[in-house]
Nanobody
Framework: QVQLVESGGGLVQPGGSLRLSCAASGRFFSSNAMGWYRQVPGKTRELVASITSSGGTNYGDSVKGRFTISRDNAKKTVSLQMNSLKPGDTAVYHC?????????????????WGQGTQVTVSS
């Protein structure tokens, strides 16, 4: 079992940056693939980025080159550095985890979800 708590959301102007953090609890954090999804009301959840237990990364097309995911297994944290933010990045961002990294490629959703943190990009 993994519990996830996000922090770092807020209001930022277009072109600005934010860094989201996710603190995890549970014995098997280092074995889990981790990722960030985002959701806008009325739309399906969108994969933003994922990272395997060994550090391999994958990004959604809309954020490639702007966002960077990283993890610190010793601290049980996952971070998402978001640069060059656009109004279209406005959403609730959820930290996620699953022992099976294929969940981030197969179209099915990972098992563990945090409550989410709001990111609003607006002038």
């Amino acid at each position: 079992q993994v519990q996830l708590v996000e922090s770092g959301g807020g209001l930022v102007q277009p072109g600005g940056s934010l860094r989201l953090s996710c603190a995890a609890s549970g014995r098997f954090f280092s074995s889990n693939a981790m990722g960030w999804y985002r959701q806008v009301p009325g739309k399906t959840r969108e994969l933003v980025a994922s990272i395997t237990s060994s550090g391999g990364t994958n990004y959604g097309d809309s954020v490639k080159g702007r966002f960077t995911i990283s993890r610190d297994n010793a601290k049980k944290t996952v971070s998402l550095q978001m640069n060059s933010l656009k109004p279209g990045d406005t959403a609730v961002y959820h930290c996620t985890g699953d022992l099976d990294p294929r969940k981030y490629y197969s179209g099915s959703y990972p098992a563990y979800w945090g409550q989410g943190t709001q990111v609003t990009v607006s002038s």
